[in-house]
């Protein structure tokens, strides 16, 4: 099993940033990619972001391009998202995840609460 934990969430104003951290424990070997999701109120699950986890490769969301960047440190077995240029409709939740591939992830974290007040 993987054991991600997420932190670094918190209240922000529009236009701040927030740097998310994901920290794993546990089977490591089997992490090949990590991803973020967030879940806004009232709406579905929205990828965020994801990152090969031996390339560095990356992939963004459309709504966060250009102003959340996804990286990992493999020593210290931890992911992070750098979000910039806040804007308050990227309050909602956001999850960490893990998996054998791009978009199948078999481990999550418990989520930590991102708010940006206008």
């Known amino acids: 099993q993987v054991q991600l934990v997420e932190s670094g969430g918190g209240l922000v104003q529009a236009g701040g940033s927030l740097r998310l951290s994901c920290a794993a424990s546990?089977?490591?070997?089997?992490?090949?990619?990590m991803g973020w999701f967030r879940r806004a109120p009232g709406k579905d699950r929205e990828f965020v972001a994801a990152?090969?986890?031996?390339?560095?490769?990356?992939y963004h969301g459309g709504s966060v391009k250009g102003r959340f960047t996804i990286s990992r440190d493999n020593a210290k077995n931890t992911g992070y998202l750098q979000m910039n240029s806040l804007k308050p409709e990227d309050t909602a939740v956001y999850y960490c995840?893990?998996?054998?591939?791009?978009?199948?992830?078999?481990?999550w974290g418990q989520g930590t609460q991102v708010t940006v007040s206008s």
């Open positions: 995840s893990a998996g054998p591939s791009l978009g199948n992830y078999d481990f």
């Open positions: 546990g089977l490591i070997f089997r992490i090949k990619n």
């Open positions: 990152i090969n986890w031996s390339t560095g490769s990356t």
